[in-house]
């Protein structure tokens, strides 16, 4: 059986349900560096859109059995 990309989630930053995505290659390796973290492949991101208007989303990290697996949600930083 193989993973699916895309699940929903509780979100610990939204609050509620709302859809997640595995991460890229390209956020795998930031997130590595962000979390200090080396097992990156199971972190969930929220797609959750925050902002309407630049069409911002939540991008706040989970596990997939744990909603808040570090002591302040973290969100992914974005590129550059
Ligand atoms: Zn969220």
Redesign the pocket.
């Known amino acids: 059986m193989t993973t699916p990309r895309r699940r929903t989630l509780p979100?610990g930053?939204?609050k509620g349900e709302?859809e997640h995505r595995l991460l890229t290659d390209e956020e795998r390796t930031r997130a590595r560096e962000q979390l200090g973290r080396k097992a990156v492949y199971d972190l969930w991101l929220?797609v959750?859109v925050?902002d309407p208007e630049t069409g911002r989303e939540?991008r706040?990290l989970r596990l997939p059995f744990v909603r808040n697996p570090f002591p302040t949600p973290v969100k992914l930083l974005p590129p550059g």
């Open positions: 979100c930053t939204c709302h929220c959750n925050v939540c706040t």
